[in-house]
């Protein structure tokens, strides 16, 4: 691995599972809510548990969440 001090291996691995509370057309807005763990093996190795929003509306993904320790999750993206 480059760049990384000797020893040092750094894998983030993530799960979730999801569900979504109604079903839509193609081109509505979907809501789904997701479970997450993710588990840093090159840190502390702990698993941090999350709850996450996701919201897809025609080519835009939006996803916020927050971490049992209070630390926010904000993703975002766009299909051309």
């Known amino acids: 691995m480059c760049c990384w001090p000797s020893g040092l291996h750094f894998r983030p691995k993530t799960g979730r599972i999801g569900w ?6 193609y081109g509505d807005a979907h ?4 479970a997450q763990l993710k588990r840093d093996s ?19 993904l939006v996803e916020a969440g927050v971490t ?6 904000l993703n975002s993206q766009i299909r051309f």
Request: proline share 6%.
């Open 68 to 73: 049992d320790r209070g630390g926010l999750i």
């Open 20 to 25: 979504a509370p109604y079903e839509g057309d």
């Open 42 to 60: 090159g840190m502390a190795d702990e698993v941090q548990p999350a709850l996450v929003a996701r919201l897809f509306y025609r080519k835009l």
């Open 31 to 34: 809501l789904w809510l997701l």
